[in-house]
């Protein structure tokens, strides 16, 4: 459940900031296939990845997490 939650609020956020999955996979440094694995909720973020993620969409960790 709690990574559905994310993964919705990590989507809603890429999409708020005009961007695509590719161009946050890119950005970000993680691939594609991948991101796209979190934002179904289908894959547990590590710590990394939740940062940087969190870094290119220019918001805090505890915004992405709903904090």
């Known amino acids: 459940m709690e990574n559905v939650q994310l993964a919705n609020r990590i989507r809603a956020f890429r999409k708020l ?3 695509t999955q590719q161009e ?3 950005e970000t440094g993680i691939s ?3 991101l796209g694995t979190i934002e179904r ?3 547990k ?3 990394q990845e939740l ?3 969190a870094s290119v ?3 805090s960790i505890e915004e992405l997490q709903g904090k």
Do not use: D, P, Q, T
């Open 51 to 53: 940062n940087r993620i």
């Open 41 to 43: 909720g289908n894959r």
């Open 17 to 19: 900031k005009g961007m």
């Open 32 to 34: 594609l296939a991948i």
């Open 57 to 59: 969409l220019s918001i």
């Open 24 to 26: 946050l996979a890119a």
């Open 45 to 47: 973020v590590s710590e």
